[in-house]
């Protein structure tokens, strides 16, 4: 029966001997074995009670089993909800609770704080560990190696991806199966992965970088993965003779220059370095040029959206751009109040319409018909402008977001923790240049009159609720927010005030 995304991605590799993962201990599985253990779980899941459109959430390590999880819930028509690793119960309860997700997956150590919220909101819990053991491998071990799949088509979800708002609420962002699958074939095309790639896989598998670009582009051109559990630079350099290309986000690039024993020598045998999720420096580009004689390939993309644009394969890479519109990815620029179309080389909002954007936020119609037009333009949230070549060059946001090492944190999300302290009268919180995160967040506080809020107390409510990666690095004081005529806080001035505050 007839599953686009299971069938495309995963079922062409039936039978195959043929290695898929490579692990660091020099462990690896094949095509089949991968199969079999994706089987095994789906006949699992589906013995939990588990039927198609159902979600499951996901916070687990990554694993082989992990990604079997995922071509699992593929295979038995289940929506996969990844999860951040770094996430709090609170940030848990959210997800769990907003995607009415029918079952938890976790590590056994989150187990016990997790038990209780999926009970109170009518979901089941397995446990996953780095592993590969738990109460889902136990389960899944006495199954059969083969399950019949479910038939799904293009336009039913796969996924869900939790992005956060400027209003602080994370909104579940509904991935079909055409969206990833359409987007992974197009990659393998653009990018010329064949079944001879040995990609080398340091990213996350809860995000769309590590999962829907790098793991979906290997699984459709056939080739394998150097699986790694985290990016390591001393793994990272230990293997790299044996890959062929890399994905990463520009952390990655900028400690491998930093490190000596990375060379030329040492990448000789890569044929793509693809960099995305945050912007590149062009210093950061020409500098990785100049030690390895490779251009670094950028591209442009979203959790709504997948891949939007890349620099060419052949054809000049150029620095500090996202390159061109995917083939099917229609892009324009457009004014920020009225939303026409602005003259060629003008800066403004970039849209983007095509097979990759998104079906909407779920259960959230409002903030859906807010940024996703109804002739099926997504209004991106970037601001960018082409130049006369046609490259695409992203020149800022438009939104109030900063991007850590990758990772997106809302600002709201933040202010609303620290508003909430004692003695505190408001807060901003901004993204400032940060040596090896890129960007780095910073609390700017204003305390209520004659009071001297405890930061040490703020840094730990802030730390009982939200992820390691969205705390501030710093607070600081101040009497009061700079603003505009209008009474809105001015936080490119903060930003300005504080940008060299980490550099
Ligand atoms: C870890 N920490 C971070 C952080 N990652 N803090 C801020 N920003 C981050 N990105 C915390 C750690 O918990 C730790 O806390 C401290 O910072 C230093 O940790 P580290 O050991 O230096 O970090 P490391 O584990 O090496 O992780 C850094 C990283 C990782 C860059 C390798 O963050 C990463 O893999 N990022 C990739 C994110 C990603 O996949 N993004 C794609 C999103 S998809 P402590 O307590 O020890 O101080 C997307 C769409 C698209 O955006 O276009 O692709
Ligand atoms: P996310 O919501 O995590 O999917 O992050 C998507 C955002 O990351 C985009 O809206 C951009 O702001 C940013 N982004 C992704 N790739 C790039 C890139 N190559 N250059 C600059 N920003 C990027």
């Known amino acids: 029966m007839p599953n686009p995304l299971f069938d495309s991605l995963f079922g062409i590799h039936a039978g195959k001997s043929t290695t898929f993962l490579r692990l660091p201990d020099g462990h690896t599985l094949t095509h089949q074995d991968f199969l079999e253990t994706a089987a095994r779980t789906a006949n699992a899941l589906t013995r939990l009670g588990l039927t198609a459109g159902d979600r499951v959430a996901v916070q687990v390590q990554k694993s082989p089993e992990a990604l079997a999880l995922y071509a ?14 770094a996430y709090t119960v ?11 997700a029918s079952l938890v997956v976790c590590d056994s150590r989150s187990e016990a704080d997790l038990k209780p919220v999926a009970a109170k909101l009518g979901a089941k819990l397995e446990t996953l560990n780095a592993d590969g053991s738990g109460s889902l491998s136990a389960n899944a071990s006495e199954m059969p190696s083969h399950f019949a799949t479910v038939e799904r088509s293009g336009d039913d979800l796969a996924a869900f991806l939790y992005t956060s708002g400027t209003t602080g609420r994370s909104k579940g962002a509904m991935l079909t199966q055409n969206n990833l699958l359409s987007n992974a074939q197009t990659l393998v095309g653009e990018w010329r992965f064949t079944s001879e790639d040995v990609l080398l896989h340091a990213l996350p598998i809860f995000h769309t970088h590590g999962l829907f670009v790098a793991t979906n582009v290997t699984l459709a051109a056939g080739g394998s993965m150097i699986f790694m559990p985290k990016f390591d630079l001393d793994e990272i350099i230990a293997h790299m003779p044996e890959a062929t290309s890399m994905m990463g986000v520009p952390t990655f690039y900028t400690r491998l220059l930093d490190d000596p024993r990375f060379t030329k020598d040492l990448t000789s045998h890569m044929r793509l370095f693809v960099s995305g999720s945050a912007p590149l420096l062009a210093e950061t580009h020409v500098q990785f040029e100049e030690r390895t004689g490779h251009r670094i390939l950028e591209r442009y993309g979203m959790t709504e959206t997948n891949m939007n644009t890349s620099n060419p394969y052949d054809g000049e890479r150029r620095a500090g751009t996202v390159g061109f519109p995917l083939p099917g990815v229609e892009l324009k620029i457009t004014d920020t109040e009225s939303g026409t179309s602005l003259p060629q080389g003008e800066v403004g909002q970039i849209e983007v319409r095509g097979p990759n954007v998104f079906k909407g936020y779920w259960q959230m119609p409002e903030k859906t018909a807010a940024e996703l037009r109804g002739d099926g333009f997504f209004i991106t949230g970037d601001l960018g402008r082409i130049d006369d070549d046609g490259y695409v060059h992203i020149v800022g946001r438009n939104k109030d977001l900063i991007i850590s090492g990758g990772y997106n944190i809302y600002p709201k999300e933040i202010e609303l923790v620290l508003d909430d302290q004692p003695g505190v009268m408001e807060s901003a919180v901004i993204g400032v240049p940060h040596p090896d995160f890129g960007e780095t967040v910073l609390g700017v506080i204003v305390p209520e009159k004659d009071t001297s809020p405890d930061l040490d107390a703020m840094h730990d409510a802030v730390k009982a609720s939200l992820a390691r990666f969205k705390h501030p690095r710093k607070l600081i004081l101040l009497d009061e927010l700079p603003r505009n005529t209008m009474g809105k806080v001015q936080k490119n001035v903060l930003r300005d005030a504080y940008k060299d505050m980490f550099a």
């Not at 699992?72 to 690793?85: K, S």
């Not at 609170?90 to 009415?100: K, M, R």
């Open 90 to 100: 609170d940030e848990l309860t959210y997800f769990i609770d907003n995607s009415g």
């Open 72 to 85: 699992a819930c593929a295979q038995a028509g289940l929506v996969f909800l990844p999860l951040n690793t």
